[in-house]
């Protein structure tokens, strides 16, 4: 009986095992299905290149190009490049079998624990990723490349392989291969190259489009130090080498020829590898139609550098312009520097996209906010004089006028139009900050996250922005109060023609009224409001277009100038300064330097075009008010004004101007709320009240203290 069952069990035991392997087998035919053959990498057929163009289909770039890939053998690959490759990306390479096993360890602890997936790639797998397989990030691809990874250390040696990635690795933009590499950065054949190079070059391995000299220098020299600090740490080279190879200033070469908008093209390509993945772009053989018009790129590049050639006398080495279509986000033009190969002033760096404080070109949001929320009209009155406002836990924060001129008791409407530096302060103080970072991330300013993080400066520039983001957030006033994110791209098709993106316009979400678009454009286009501090007809009217809106701003320690405008069709983004953040000798805002760019490139864009005045929307009136008071005329009369207003914060009630008041005899001036006086008696006089609560007395004979406290 014992026997029968043994035997029984053994039978069992030998079928399970059976069953197991046909199922496993299974597996791996459907994992390794499709997988394909590592004898591919010594074939020599190598992908395509991907051309970028213009909306009228002029070519502006080749991401690759198979004329520029350069086949070289391992013995024509310096040795500072092989142990640089070798120091930042696989310093085991000659010791394992093609795997990593404290990297393998470190992606599987991310995958379980992070629910992330990261490789701990080794040359030999970065070469079949590269060469062989799709960059999707899945378990599935995963076992597929460890797969093939030992496949190829089966059937390659170490130095047949290194010489293989060395050919076959994308090293940014056109470049394919350490040959190609070596002669796109620098001018020169790979064998050439020295310490101070080859760390650049192997550092570009990690990410090629973020580590690129041209697009982001400062990232690549970290990324260089790096690589000689690695180098170090594995013998192949002293410290003293290193520190030498790192002092060294690299001198970058790149051809002019083929490249039109090159700040344009990258930041393009920048969004493209976030969608597609570098090998996609690079190798996918795409034709990239985009929203650029040539012809205006041109002009606005040639007015650039025109303008700041004839500001070179005030330490203004640098412009950048960003043009977009206001209802669509399109970019039309988009100017990073004055030069993009100018390499005195990092010419390559994009501006548009680099941090930069706006100065007082950030106001209109700040108003805006007040409008829509209704703490203010634009017939509200300021009392634009010294001020000091009190934050608890803070010092006293005394912001001044430009110029240090102040001008009494004003509008709204003239504040924002002047661009009183006092006045903006106090509209922060009533919506609060915390409100109005909310408020200006929605309207499109990506950098504005913790409120905590600012304080009332904010208004007047003491928070980091980019043009683009800026653009953005115009665009919104401009769209009546809806914003389109910037887009570049009409159209991609790949190499056999299908189309796998094409431009579908979408409406954007509103994040802003119609009513208070209308208020804020209709400020900024108010040439009499601004011209107590621009003058009339300066250069911010564009001749025949009584309708272009704009706002200038330059910071207050001289770093940065901007001029923003827009009508309903185009938005122009206009900033001058230095790329290295030093500041401007000299510049007068509305008159020299953003402003001549941002009127001559607007000029251009609607010279042929008709007036398009903004409709006063449904929801709005138009009302006669008081010049001091904002509100509606009492019997007496006063001096007054047509103000337009959203319906439901339109003023209903008439306030005189002669009012009782209480007045310490002692400096015949009105008691604050909260003063304990004793001298007092109470008087009849001129009395205004401004946003910020207090009383504002125009004829009392103590006159207003030197500064204001507002708590």
């Known amino acids: 009986m014992k026997t029968k069952r043994k035997k029984f069990i053994k039978k069992r035991w030998w079928q399970i095992v059976l069953i197991a392997l046909f199922f496993s087998g299974l597996v791996v035919m459907w994992v390794l299905k499709d997988v394909p053959s590592p004898k591919k990498l010594s074939t020599g057929n190598y992908p395509e290149s991907s051309r970028i163009f213009d909306k009228n289909g002029i070519m502006l770039y080749e991401f690759f190009s198979e004329k520029r890939r350069v086949t070289v053998g391992l013995d024509e690959v310096p040795e500072e490049l092989r142990w640089a490759t070798l ?95 070596a002669r796109g950065y620098f001018d020169k054949k790979v064998s050439e190259l020295d310490l101070a190079e080859a760390a650049l070059i192997a550092g570009l391995l990690g990410s090629p489009t973020r580590y690129s000299p041209f697009a982001h220098p400062e990232a690549a020299k970290k990324r260089q130090s790096l690589v000689l600090r690695r180098m170090v740490e594995e013998g192949y080279v002293s410290q003293e080498e ?35 993945g570098l090998e996609k772009v690079n190798e996918g053989g795409l034709n990239i139609v985009t929203t ?55 010419g390559k760096v994009n501006v548009t996209t680099s941090l930069r404080q706006p100065g007082s070109s950030i106001k209109p949001l700040n108003y805006a906010v007040g409008l829509e929320l209704g703490k203010i009209t634009a017939a509200s009155i300021v009392n634009d004089r010294p001020t000091c406002f009190q934050v608890s836990g803070q010092k006293l924060y005394c912001p001044t006028n430009y110029g240090n001129n102040y001008h009494g ?47 009332l400066s904010l208004t007047l520039g003491g928070g980091e922005v980019r043009m683009t983001d800026m653009a953005v957030a115009f665009g919104v006033l401009a769209n009546s109060g809806v914003k389109q994110e910037l887009s570049a791209i009409w159209q991609i098709t790949d190499k056999n023609g299908e189309v796998i993106k094409k431009y579908e316009y979408i409406p954007g979400d509103r994040v802003l009224s119609r009513e208070t678009s209308f208020l804020i454009s209709d400020i900024l286009s108010d040439d009499g409001a601004r011209s107590m501090v621009f003058g009339r007809g300066s250069k911010l009217n564009i001749k025949g277009h009584p309708e272009v809106a704009v706002k200038t701003g330059t910071t207050n320690d001289m770093r940065d100038n901007w001029t923003i405008g827009y009508t309903s069709d185009y938005v122009v983004t206009v900033w001058v300064g230095n790329n290295d953040n030093s500041k401007m000798s000299w510049v007068a805002s509305g008159i020299s330097g953003a402003t001549p760019i941002w009127n001559e490139v607007m000029s251009y864009l609607v010279k042929d075009e008709k007036v398009k005045k903004m409709v006063m929307p449904a929801k709005m009136v138009k009302l006669p008010v008081c010049n001091l008071t904002g509100k509606l005329i009492p019997e007496e009369g006063c001096d007054s004004h047509f103000e337009f207003f959203k319906k439901e914060y339109a003023p209903n009630e008439r306030v005189d101007l002669r009012q009782n008041i209480l007045i310490d005899k002692d400096t015949n001036r009105p008691v604050k709320n909260g003063e304990e006086k004793t001298n007092v008696e109470w008087q009849e006089h001129q009395v205004v009240r401004g946003i910020s609560g207090e009383l504002v007395c125009l004829d009392c004979p103590g006159g207003e203290e030197e500064r204001s406290i507002v708590n």
């Open 242 to 276: 290193a520190d030498t190879a790192e002092k060294r200033e690299l001198s970058f070469s790149i051809s002019k020829e083929g490249v039109t908008a090159p700040h344009f093209v990258f930041w393009v390509k920048e969004k493209l590898v976030e969608e597609y």
């Open 292 to 346: 650029l018009d040539s012809s205006l790129q041109e002009m606005v590049q040639a007015t650039v550098e025109k303008e700041i050639a004839g500001l070179d006398g005030y330490h203004i080495t640098n412009g950048a312009v960003v043009v977009s279509r206001a209802k669509t986000g399109e970019v039309l033009a988009m100017v990073g520097s004055k030069d993009y190969f100018a390499t005195d002033i990092d």
């Open 87 to 181: 120091a930042i990306e696989d310093a085991k390479f000659y010791k394992h079998m093609g795997f990593d096993i404290k990297g393998i360890l470190r992606a599987v602890y991310r995958i379980v624990f992070k629910k992330k997936l990261e490789g701990g790639s080794t040359i030999t797998q970065q070469l079949v990723k590269n060469a062989l397989l799709t960059p999707e990030r899945t378990v599935l691809r995963k076992v597929r490349e460890a797969f093939l990874t030992l496949a190829t250390e089966a059937l390659y040696s170490k130095n047949e392989i290194l010489e293989m990635y060395f050919n076959q690795t994308p090293y940014g933009g056109t470049f394919w291969g350490v040959e190609t590499a």
């Open 409 to 455: 008791v004003q509008t709204i409407r003239n504040s924002l139009a002047n661009s009183l530096n006092v006045g903006a302060v106090k509209v922060l103080k009533l919506n609060g900050v915390e409100t109005f970072v909310a408020s200006a991330s929605a309207m499109g300013i990506k950098t504005f996250k913790d409120s905590s993080d600012y304080g």
